[in-house]
Antibody, heavy 117, light 106 residues
Framework: QIQLVQSGPELKKPGESVKISCKAS????????MHWVKQAPGKGLKWMGW????????TYADDFKGRFVFSLEASASTANLQISNLKNEDTATYFC??????????WGQGVMVTVSS | EIVLTQSPTTMAASPGEKVTITCRAS?????MHWFQQKSGTSPKPWIY???KLASGVPDRFSGSGSGTSYSLTISSMEAEDAATYYC?????????FGSGTKLEIK
């Protein structure tokens, strides 16, 4: 069955970096784009951007340009999100979601990233 | 950026009651998509391309709309429908979500 399994929770200090992963199984990884969505505690959903899993080309929403990097380990069917120079406002749950046109049909369980001194 | 405004922000409905959640876009969009999220879980695709139900969604749900005004309707509220519902537009970058409607059971 199709699954997106994300890495575990992270506790980081301001200024540090974090890399979270999203491992896909049950389908051909490079056939479907992967999107990333942020949800701050008690808040709504915010689209961060997506990565073409065939070419590796990322597209970022304006609010996520600069410190955020989408990458792939295609041989491991894994999409990664790296956040550098962490700030308190990066505290959130980060979801990966498969674009299975015409809908986001599978989601990871989410990774809680806590930034605190 | 297209801003999506959902209303109401929160509401409570009795079992059997009809429920309508609206999503208004700041510019015209081609389709609207809806997600259901329960506390502590990932969002689930619920309605896509304005009116198509995702797999497993009960047929008491429906979606409609066009242009800048869209809605999600539950014909007869059930306890399991209590959740937060988000609309999403992907007609233009950046994709944007509505702020969510928290639906509770009375």
């Amino acid at each position: 069955q199709i699954q997106l399994v994300q890495s575990g929770p992270e506790l980081k200090k301001p200024g540090e970096s974090v890399k979270i992963s999203c491992k896909a199984s049950g389908y051909t990884f490079t056939d479907y784009a992967m999107h990333w969505v942020k949800q701050a505690p008690g808040k709504g959903l915010k689209w961060m951007g997506w990565i073409n899993t065939y070419t590796g080309k990322p597209t970022y929403a304006d609010d996520f340009k600069g410190r955020f990097v989408f990458s792939l380990e295609a041989s491991a069917s894994t999409a990664n999100l790296q956040i550098s120079n962490l700030k308190n406002e990066d505290t959130a749950t980060y979801f990966c979601a498969r674009w299975g046109s015409p809908l986001f049909d599978y989601w990871g369980q989410g990774v809680m990233v806590t930034v605190s001194s | 950026e297209i801003v999506l405004t959902q209303s109401p922000t929160t509401m409570a409905a009795s079992p059997g009651e009809k429920v309508t959640i609206t999503c208004r876009a700041s510019s015209s969009v081609s389709y609207m998509h809806w997600f259901q999220q329960k506390s502590g879980t990932s969002p689930k695709p619920w309605i896509y391309d304005t009116s198509k139900l995702a797999s497993g969604v009960p047929d008491r749900f429906s979606g409609s709309g066009s242009g800048t005004s869209y809605s999600l309707t539950i014909s007869s509220m059930e306890a399991e429908d209590a959740a937060t519902y988000y609309c999403l537009q992907r007609s233009s970058y950046p994709f944007t979500f509505g702020s969510g409607t928290k639906l509770e059971i009375k």
